[in-house]
C-alpha cells in the first residue's frame, strides 16, 4: 500500500467580486486534488468548484472581527488588502480548520498552479516552511508544517501586535517573517539581536514571479512573453517541456510592484478569451487568457485523488 502524502491545507481571505480570471485559478486548483484550499469572502461561491475547494462566506467586518478576537489586537486597518500582513498567522486564526493537516499554507489569487506534487514531493515535506524563493518567504505562496512552534511562529517577530493592529500594509508577511528563517548579513545582521533566528527551510527558488529585481532561469531579466497551462501542466514559451510550480502573473494585473504607469491588463477590452466551458488548456500573457493551439490531450480529466489523501471538510 503506497504511503500517504502530506497533507496540505491552503487558506486565502478574499474580500470583493472575484477576480475575472477566477475560473482559471480554480481550474489549477481542480488538477491539485490532493491538495485542499479554503477561502472565506464575502462574495457568492463560484460555481462548479472542485471537492478540493471549500469557501466560506462571510463578511469583512466579521473576518476582521475574528482575527482581531483570535490574535488579541485592536487594528485601526480597515481596508482588506491590510490582510496580507496577517498571512503567516492564518494557521493561528483557524485552529480547527488546519487540524489534522500536515502542512498549511497561504496564498493569493491571482496565480495558477501546475503539478503541485510535482514539485513538493514527500521528500522536500520535511521542513517547517517551504517557499518558493530562494530570498525570502513567498507570501503569495508558501507552506507552513502544521506543529505549535511553526503555527505561532509570527509571535517571535518583536512588537508583532503593534504591527499587526497597523493601518499601514507593514510588509509582516514577507520581509519581517523572513527573518526569523533567513540568515541576516552585512549592516543588518544586528537585527538578529532582537529578531530570534527558528532555522533554516526549504527556500528554492521556482522562477514564479517576473518582476524587477528577480531573475529568470537563465540568469536574465529576459521573463517568459507567454505561459501555458495545459492539463494540469505549467510551461512557458522559453523553456521547452521544462515544468513550473506556479505563475504569479502580479505582473500583468497590477502595477503595485512594477513601476510601470499601467499594468497590461488594465487596458485590454476582454480579459478572458477563452471559451464558456470548462478549459483544459489556456495561455496567459499580456493579453490575458487566450486560447491554446490544438494538441493531443495529454489525458482525459484531472487527476484521482490519492486515496490516502486527508480530507477533513
Not at 210 to 222: A, E, F, H, R, V
Amino acid at each position: 500500500m503506497a504511503a500517504a502524502l502530506p497533507s496540505v491545507l491552503i487558506i486565502i481571505p478574499w474580500f470583493g467580486p472575484w477576480p475575472a480570471w477566477m475560473r482559471f485559478f480554480i481550474e489549477s486548483c481542480r488538477w491539485n486534488p490532493t491538495v485542499d484550499w479554503l477561502l472565506f469572502s464575502d462574495a457568492p461561491p463560484p460555481e462548479d468548484l472542485p471537492p478540493n475547494l471549500r469557501v466560506v462566506t462571510t463578511s469583512f467586518e466579521d473576518y476582521r472581527a475574528l482575527a482581531a478576537s483570535r490574535l488579541g489586537i485592536k487594528p485601526a486597518w480597515t481596508e482588506a488588502y491590510t490582510l496580507c500582513d496577517l498571512k503567516p498567522t492564518w494557521g493561528f486564526i483557524h485552529p480547527s480548520e488546519i487540524a489534522g493537516y500536515d502542512y498549511w499554507g497561504f496564498g493569493d489569487l491571482d496565480v495558477i498552479y501546475g503539478d503541485l506534487r510535482r514539485f513538493y514531493t514527500p521528500e522536500v515535506l520535511v521542513h517547517d516552511v517551504i517557499s518558493a524563493h530562494e530570498h525570502i518567504v513567498s507570501a503569495h505562496f508558501a507552506l507552513l508544517r502544521t506543529t505549535p512552534s511553526m503555527v505561532s511562529a509570527f509571535q517571535q517577530i518583536p512588537r508583532w501586535k503593534a504591527r499587526l493592529s497597523s493601518a499601514p500594509y507593514e510588509g509582516f508577511d514577507e520581509q519581517m517573517f523572513s527573518r526569523l528563517f533567513l540568515p541576516i548579513r552585512g549592516k543588518r545582521a544586528w537585527r538578529r539581536l532582537i529578531t530570534p533566528f527558528l532555522g533554516g527551510g526549504y527556500f528554492r527558488e521556482q522562477f514564479s514571479t517576473n518582476l524587477p529585481g528577480l531573475k529568470w532561469i537563465d540568469g536574465t531579466g529576459n521573463f517568459p512573453g507567454q505561459w501555458f497551462w495545459d492539463r494540469g501542466r505549467l510551461t512557458t514559451d522559453r523553456s521547452g517541456e521544462r515544468e513550473f510550480l506556479y505563475l504569479h502573473f502580479s505582473h500583468w494585473q497590477s502595477n503595485r510592484w512594477t513601476g510601470e504607469e499601467m499594468a497590461s491588463w488594465k487596458d485590454l477590452a476582454r480579459l478572458d478569451n477563452v471559451p464558456e466551458e470548462r478549459p483544459t488548456g489556456f495561455a496567459i500573457s499580456a493579453k490575458g487568457f487566450t486560447p491554446l493551439p490544438e494538441r493531443a490531450p495529454a489525458s482525459s480529466g484531472p487527476p484521482i485523488a490519492h486515496a490516502t489523501a486527508m480530507d477533513i471538510r
